[in-house]
Nanobody, 127 residues
Framework: QVQLVESGGGSVQAGGSLRLSCVASGLASSNYCFGWFRQGPGKEREGVAVVASDGRTLYADSVKGRFTISRGNAANWLYLQINILKPEDTALYYC?????????????????????WGQGTQVTVSS
């Protein structure tokens, strides 16, 4: 059974930075599509950043240039570096994983595409 556990959230002022982490256990191989999603107050869950097993990355337009997704040297770690935080970044951030390759941009940014989810870590940005 694959389990994902996020950490690193917190309360920061606008302009600050955070580094979110996600550790996965129970992976059958290193060939997974990993993503970070977020759900703000009163909003639907949305895709933020995705990384394929070959290192290709994809970002939502709203976070390009500020967020960086990466995988650790150990294949079961996933990170999201968040810089220049804005109040609109306030959300519960989730780590997600699905076996295989990331099948295109639309697929990769869709919540229904992912089989495994963590419980989320809260990011709150004050102005």
């Amino acid at each position: 059974q694959v389990q994902l556990v996020e950490s690193g959230g917190g309360s920061v002022q606008a302009g600050g930075s955070l580094r979110l982490s996600c550790v996965a256990s129970g992976l059958a191989s290193s060939n997974y599509c990993f993503g970070w999603f977020r759900q703000g107050p009163g909003k639907e869950r949305e895709g933020v950043a995705v990384v394929a097993s070959d290192g290709r990355t994809l970002y939502a337009d709203s976070v390009k240039g500020r967020f960086t997704i990466s995988r650790g040297n150990a294949a079961n770690w996933l990170y999201l570096q968040i810089n220049i935080l804005k109040p609109e970044d306030t959300a519960l951030y989730y780590c997600a994983a699905d076996p295989g390759s990331c099948s295109g941009a639309n697929w990769a940014m869709t919540t229904a595409s992912y089989k495994y989810w963590g419980q989320g870590t809260q990011v709150t940005v004050s102005s």
